[in-house]
């Protein structure tokens, strides 16, 4: 039995308090409420990050095992407990070596902080590719996702105008990989029908998606004006403050996912990288292509959950939502999430400056700060 | 003394309930709710147009007494009690000339809807001028504001970027003449610098101002995020219905006032039209110059009401405020756009399917329908 004492726990769904937490067999045993405002550390559910390409040199697409453990090593450091290696566009031989090399990863450990897997393209629309490479994207059929999917595949970003689309989804669905409109061009009305169609989460939103308009809401106009849930990359670069700002009052904490779009830059210095093939710059933690489109981004995940909260001025209670709850809810991913009775024990500790202080997985501690 | 009787009452702000309106002396002398469900005619406070320039072969620019007179009758027709004749970009011999002619016309009857003017440019940006005549188009100065303001000139559309717009508020504030954002091309921080300034309103918005980008907010992210009050043109052609209604559930029905902006050829059929000497086609009710660009719209005021509730399900009471109360709230209009004792009697009875039935300008009937 282990106790994490004197802390401002913060549960997505109770609210604020202070209080201790009991651990046992690396799940929450018990949570007691204390009639006191006197805390040192915050304790919210561990950070879950649904969308990562790589960072402090390590990459999905070229991965050891070393490599891997590394990657979550360091992202202990940023108090994250689950996330999902993502692909970028690439041929089917790839996408295959990479999830076979990450479930047997996942397999082969007792626990660990790889999730699964998330396909970002290659079925995306070629006008909205961003950082992706041309060579790669294609339309969707139901032979190839059949042979490139399996249950390491958690989610997996396509745009709903590419061929095929609609023709795979009943494949996903069976196979319970989650959808996600990205990279599309689609407009409203076509936006409508895959969110009609049960694909009700938007990726990265609201880059390299169709801009608003008066008359042609587009998928801007649909991430708006739809239930949809969406990622946001709040790096400070992709998305203006005041633009995150009005997202979250207009859609709520309830509907926003925070994720890093991090690549193998992040966590390293300023200098040349390389993104599925494309020559990468980064330049004062900016990522971009030769033309100047951003490639991915250098953000950690620490540092995004302090931008939502400097701003927006969400309550910590929302912070939990945007940064665990509700990936955890979105893919279905049991037993995390809350700080509450008989959840895991994937805990992280922040100072008052949202600073991360200790990590647990499993109940483990898997980082302490100096 | 006059008895409106089993009515349903709309009032903004008490809602929605069956009675009886007394009427004495040109105002509501009291307001008797009955216990009862049972009701033939919805009353509301009469329309007010903060921005039409004409309709039925009348227009702002070149207008006579006997031409006002027939424009005044007609909107009655549409449940309008109160409107601003709104001109054009235009010399300032030509807008002396409207506002004279109009303050005129207004003192020498004992009452009318004519409420006062509505500058709509010239001290606008030309990239953004819509179908206003470029040649027209200038920048603000105090010495011709002073000249062209009275105490008729009630609003007035500037765009914010235009040189000499901030060293024109404080003239326009003494004369107590609003300040409408539009036809701007600004980006996010001038349209809050302007808002900053107390400029809280947008002309017919998104038309004719910056659209949304996700680095730069521009005009329509700045009517989203700021406390902006808007008009809108709801005729279906200017704006998406699910445009509307997105913006119905961002802002809501406190934030919105609708707008005709309509043109002399509304209440006219198809054809060949001419606004501010810019060549206008009308088909199928859409008016455009030869480019394509929307020049104003055919849209009636009753249209516009029946088009805003299908297209966003709002109250009735919702509905008093935009198409009235908010209006006047907007410009600081005494004693009306209630019904509720001491009011003002200007009053619209429509059936259950929102058409106007009877119009009541200061307790007298001025249309009935047949």
Redesign the interface.
Known sequence: MKKIGNILIVDPIKGEFVGNVLVDGGRIESVIPKNSDVYKYIAMPGFIDLHTHGCIGKDTMRLSAEDLEGWEKFLYSQGVTAFLPTTVSAKKEDMLRVSKFVDEYVHERAYTSVYGIHYEGPYINIEKKGAQNSDMIRAATTEEIREVISSVVKLITMAPEVEGFYDVLTVLKENKTVVSLGHTNAG?KDMRRAFLYGVNRITHF??AIK???????GG??AG??LDFEIEMIVDGI???P??V??IY??KGADKIMLITDSIDAAGLEDGKYNLGGLDVTVKNGKATLPDGTLAGSTLLFNKAIKNFKKFTNCSLRELAKVSSYNAARNLAIEDVARIEEGYKANIVLLDKELNVIRTYLNGETVYESN
């Open positions: 409203f609201p880059n801009g608003l308009h008066h008359r042609e809401l801007v106009g708006l004006y992709h998305l203006a005041e633009f700002d009005m009052r207009i």
